[in-house]
C-alpha cells in the first residue's frame, strides 16, 4: 500500500508526516481490532521527520 500526499508549502512537511504517522499508527490498531490511542508522540515524531526533511531525505513530485 502506498499513500502519496502532495502539497504546496515545503515548511509544512514535518507537520504533515508527523500527522500522516499518527494517522497510520490508528489504522494499523483498527485494522489489527486493538483499540485506540493516541500516545502524546507529535513532538517527538516532528522532531525525527524534520531530521529528514534537513537532510533532503524527501521525494518532490513534478505534479502541477
Not at 514535518?14 to 497510520?24: K, N, P
Not at 500516545?39 to 521525494?59: F, H, M, S, T, W
Request: charged content about 30%; some cysteine; proline content about 3%.
Amino acid at each position: 500500500m502506498e499513500f502519496t500526499h502532495t502539497f504546496d508549502d515545503r515548511s509544512m512537511a514535518v507537520f504533515m508526516a508527523a500527522g500522516w504517522h499518527r494517522c497510520l499508527d490508528a489504522l494499523e490498531m483498527i485494522v489489527e481490532e486493538i483499540p485506540v490511542k493516541w500516545p502524546e508522540n507529535a513532538d517527538e515524531l516532528r522532531k525525527v521527520y524534520g531530521e529528514i526533511v534537513a537532510k533532503g531525505d524527501i521525494q518532490e513530485s513534478n505534479n502541477t
